[in-house]
C-alpha cells in the first residue's frame, strides 16, 4: 500500500470538544468518565458520555437527525482544529466526485430507534418523524456526512465492532492507491444507547467501577462515546511534512462470535500484515497504543499477541480509562491518540492501571511519558468475531 496524508483530524469524546482538550486529557491523564445522565440502566457501571451541548442538524438534512450525526457533526464544526474548512478546501481541489466518505460504527442511530419503538409501545404507533434509513442504518451517519459537505464520492458505512472505524482508515486509503478518489473523510462515531449498555452487561463485560486496561484485577469494560474524523488525501511532495498512514494490517480469525484466540493468532497476523504492508520491521515502531479493553480474556490474548511480535522491547499503554470504550468509534479516536502522541512527542500512560497483570509481559506504561522522540506509532483495535485491524502511523513522509 502507498502511504496517504493525513491532513486534518478531529474529535469529540467524553473528554471534551477538540484536539486540544484530548491533548490535555492525555497528557494530564484526565479521565471522562462518570455517571450515567442519558439513559437509565438497572446496574451500576461508569460510562464516557458526552455532557456538553450538540449542534443542531440543519432544517434540510432534519431527516439524518440523530445523537450520532450531531456528534459527528460537533467534532467536524470545530474550528480550531480546521476540519471542515480542509474537507471544503480538498472539494475545490478535487471536485466533489472525488472525495469520499466512509465511517466505520457500530450503533449508528440505536438511541433514536430505542426512543421511537418505546413510543410506539406506549401509543401503538410509530413516531411519524422517525426515519429508519436515515437515523437508524449504518449508513445515515456517512450519508449525512456527504449531504452536510457536498460530496460526491463513494459513500459508505463499515460495521466489525470494535475494528470498524480502524477498517474505515484502511477502506480510505485503498480508494486512493486505487485512483478511485483523490481525498476520504473517515473515521469513526458512536454514541450510548441501551442495547450496548445491556448487552455488554449481559456478556457480564461491563466493569461496576472504572476500567483497569492490562490490570491483575480489571473486571471489564466502561463504555464511551465520540467521534474522530480524519481527512485522507493522495500523496505528494506539498503534503509530505503531513502525518501519513502508511498502512492497516487486517485479518479475521473467526474463533468466536465475541471472544478472541486464545493464543491471538488473529490479533498478531494484523500487526505482521501492518508491519509487512510498511516495509518494516517490528523494531521501527516506536510506540503502541494497545485496543486494551480491560476484560480478563481480550487483554490476556493482546499482550501474548504483542509480546509474540514484539518480544517485549515497545513501550505500550491503553487510552479506554480515559475515553472508555467508545465501541465503532474507538479505533478511529485512537488513532488520533497515535496523532497527537506524534505531534507533541510523549506517551499517554495507562489511566487505572494499578498493577499490571503477571501474565502481561510486554512493557505497558503506567504515568505520562513526556519528550518522547516518536516518528511511528501503531494502534491496535480487535473486534467481536475477531475481526482485527492494526494501523501504523508516521509523523511526515520524507
Known amino acids: 500500500m502507498t502511504p496517504v496524508p493525513v491532513t486534518s483530524y478531529a474529535t469529540i469524546n467524553a473528554c471534551g470538544l477538540g484536539n486540544f482538550a484530548f491533548y490535555q486529557a492525555l497528557l494530564k491523564q484526565q479521565t471522562g468518565l462518570g455517571e450515567l445522565g442519558l439513559l437509565d440502566i438497572p446496574f451500576k457501571t461508569k460510562v464516557a458520555e458526552i455532557r456538553q451541548p450538540l449542534p443542531v442538524i440543519r432544517p434540510e438534512l432534519t431527516v439524518y437527525d440523530s445523537r450520532n450525526s450531531r456528534v459527528a457533526l460537533a467534532a467536524l464544526n470545530h474550528a480550531e482544529d480546521g476540519l471542515r474548512e ?109 442495547l450496548t449498555l445491556r448487552g455488554f452487561n449481559s456478556l457480564e463485560l461491563v466493569a461496576e467501577d472504572f476500567c483497569r486496561p492490562m490490570d491483575r484485577h480489571r473486571k471489564g469494560i466502561n463504555i464511551g462515546e465520540g467521534a474522530a474524523l480524519l481527512l485522507l488525501e493522495k500523496p ?33 497476523l494484523a500487526m505482521q500484515q ?31 499477541a504483542v509480546e509474540y511480535v514484539f518480544k517485549n522491547t515497545l513501550p505500550c499503554s491503553a487510552t479506554k480509562g480515559i475515553t472508555g470504550h467508545t465501541l465503532g468509534a474507538a479505533g478511529a479516536i485512537e488513532a488520533i491518540v497515535a496523532l497527537l502522541a506524534l505531534k507533541h512527542g510523549f506517551i499517554p500512560g495507562t489511566w487505572g492501571l494499578q498493577q499490571t497483570d503477571a501474565d502481561c509481559h510486554c512493557r505497558v506504561d503506567q504515568q505520562t511519558l513526556p519528550g518522547q522522540n516518536l516518528h511511528i506509532v501503531m494502534s491496535n483495535s480487535f473486534g467481536f468475531g475477531g475481526n482485527n485491524a492494526s494501523l501504523i502511523l508516521s509523523s511526515d513522509y520524507a
Open 274 to 304: 501492518a508491519l509487512q504492508q510498511a516495509g518494516l520491521q517490528s523494531q521501527a515502531i516506536d510506540y503502541l497504543n494497545l485496543h486494551a479493553t480491560a476484560t480478563l480474556i481480550n487483554d490476556h490474548v493482546e499482550a501474548k
Open 236 to 268: 505528494n511532495k506539498a503534503l509530505q511534512q503531513y502525518p501519513h498512514v502508511l498502512s492497516v494490517g487486517e485479518s479475521t480469525d473467526a474463533y468466536h462470535m465475541s471472544t478472541p484466540h486464545p493464543e491471538g493468532q488473529g490479533a498478531s
Open 86 to 194: 480542509a474537507v471544503k478546501s480538498a472539494r475545490s481541489r478535487y471536485g466533489a466526485a472525488r472525495v469520499g466518505v466512509v465511517i466505520g460504527t457500530s450503533t449508528s442511530g440505536l438511541y433514536e430507534t430505542e426512543a421511537a419503538y418505546a413510543k410506539m409501545l406506549n401509543t401503538g404507533v410509530m413516531p411519524e418523524d422517525f426515519y429508519f434509513l436515515s437515523r437508524h442504518a449504518y449508513q445515515a451517519t456517512p450519508r449525512f456526512l456527504q449531504h452536510e459537505l457536498a460530496l460526491r464520492g463513494p459513500c459508505f458505512a463499515i460495521s466489525t465492532a470494535c475494528s470498524s472505524s480502524t477498517k474505515a482508515i484502511a477502506a480510505g486509503q485503498r480508494l486512493i492507491n486505487n485512483d478511485i478518489c483523490d481525498a476520504v473523510l473517515v473515521g469513526g462515531v458512536d454514541t450510548l444507547c441501551l
